[in-house]
């Protein structure tokens, strides 16, 4: 779009201004961010991300999206086992970013009595009726981003984030809203894609569009290092924090399974200046690179999902607390 | 996505992944190969000759020019 034309759109605000013609088919929905305005950095356009999942929810009724849960759901499972370590029974859990619900759906009534679900993508909230869940569903749809609008303060029990925290642009403002929004000795349990999901396509990507175009834009996020959310958990105010990386590797015939998988997952490429296409020619030399570079020797292709799974408590009084250092009354030497 | 030929696949994307993939596999392979020796000092147009070769194999199979 040039830009007089884009300048001319943004202007035409009442509903009979001639509509904007759109050359390309794909989202361009939220305004560019101002450069000068204070505030986090914004990498992701969340609109268009609301878009891309309601798409992905409603394709084929549904179906396309059930079929494409299996990240999710092995996810969902080893968060699970670690909800399950916690010996205590909630009365709510509020799942933030839940989509249709892959973890909510794994809870029973022995751990929980109800679950919130809150998701900005309506669809994938919908997608699945109520009977498939074992505790008391509700839903709430609201942005992610802005948690404490719809949730009070010091009012949950425990929080929990199943793989959707790295389409947040502003994570440490978001841990912080998650904090306060707990109760004091409230537990926030959380799962997200880490630096290295996905690295084999990032780097085919790049080789092709550099081999083939001369130059690289970027097609697969940022994404958080496991000392980085450390560092964020301490800095929002959690205490006895817990992190981990955990490997999920899936093999796929080619790189076009994994890309239209990827689009059913509702997790296609939605970067504030992105490209909207990539050329048919890149694409196929991206291919014929992934292949070699990270084939199995089956033919298929490996993906990896890496995933830090981070638990962090609300402090409360009577939390129990690490010791002050140097208190310690046995020598190691002895026990060794 | 069936292992079909390029012209019964459904969609353009379609088709195009299963020339680049079943159809032209060795055009691909030897493309791969070349990228594979050069990547650490990757150039625009490094493994030219090895693609030209490949997009003319998806263009036939395609039966479409680009």
Redesign the interface.
């Known amino acids: 779009m040039s830009p007089s034309l884009l300048a001319r759109c943004s202007k035409s605000l009442s509903r009979n201004a001639v509509p904007c013609i759109r050359r390309l088919a794909s989202i361009s929905s939220s305004p560019s961010p101002n450069p000068t305005s204070v505030g986090p950095f914004q990498v992701f356009d969340r609109e268009a991300k609301r878009i891309q999942k309601d798409r992905a929810a409603s394709r084929d009724n549904g179906e396309r999206s059930r079929t494409v849960d299996y990240v999710r759901e092995s996810v969902a499972d080893s968060m699970m086992e670690r909800l399950l370590d916690i010996k205590r029974k909630f009365n709510t859990i509020l799942d933030l970013g839940s989509g249709p619900g892959h973890l909510s759906k794994m809870l029973d009534s022995s751990t929980t009595t109800k679950v919130i679900m809150l998701d900005s993508s309506e669809k994938s909230l919908h997608r699945d009726p109520d009977d498939e869940f074992e505790v008391e569903v509700e839903r709430i749809s609201a942005d992610e981003e802005n948690l404490l609008g719809t949730i009070p303060r010091n009012s949950q029990e425990a929080i929990v984030s199943c793989l959707s925290l790295h389409w947040v642009n502003d994570l440490p403002g978001v841990l912080v809203q998650v904090k306060e929004a707990l109760q004091p000795d409230g537990v926030f349990m959380g799962a997200l894609f880490g630096g290295d999901t996905l690295f084999e396509l990032r780097t085919s990507l790049q080789?092709a569009e550099?081999?083939?175009?001369?130059g690289i834009s970027p097609h697969i996020s940022p994404m958080t290092d496991t000392r980085d959310m450390s560092n964020l958990l301490g800095r929002a105010g959690f205490t006895l924090l817990t992190v981990d990386i955990d490997e999920v590797k899936v093999n796929y015939?080619?790189m076009?399974?994994l890309m239209?998988d990827l689009r059913d997952m509702g997790e296609s490429n939605a970067i504030i200046g992105r490209r909207n296409y990539i050329h048919?020619?890149t694409?196929?030399?991206a291919?014929?690179?992934y292949?070699?570079?990270h084939g199995n020797e089956d033919g298929s292709i490996p993906a990896t999902f890496q995933i830090i799974h981070v638990i962090g408590w609300k402090p409360a009084p009577t939390q129990p607390k690490a010791l002050e250092r140097g208190t310690g009354k046995t020598n190691l030497k002895e026990i060794l | 996505m069936p292992a079909t030929s390029a012209a019964t696949a459904t969609t353009p994307l379609r088709r195009l992944a299963v020339a680049s993939t079943v159809n032209c596999s060795t055009e691909a392979s030897a493309y791969g190969k070349c990228i594979l020796q050069t990547y650490t000092d990757m150039k625009k147009d490094a493994c030219k000759e090895e693609f030209a070769k490949f997009g003319a194999c998806l263009r036939q199979t395609m039966k479409r020019k680009w």
């Open positions: 080789l550099l081999e083939r175009e001369g015939p080619s076009w399974e239209e048919r020619d694409l196929a030399a291919s014929a690179i292949k070699e570079l």
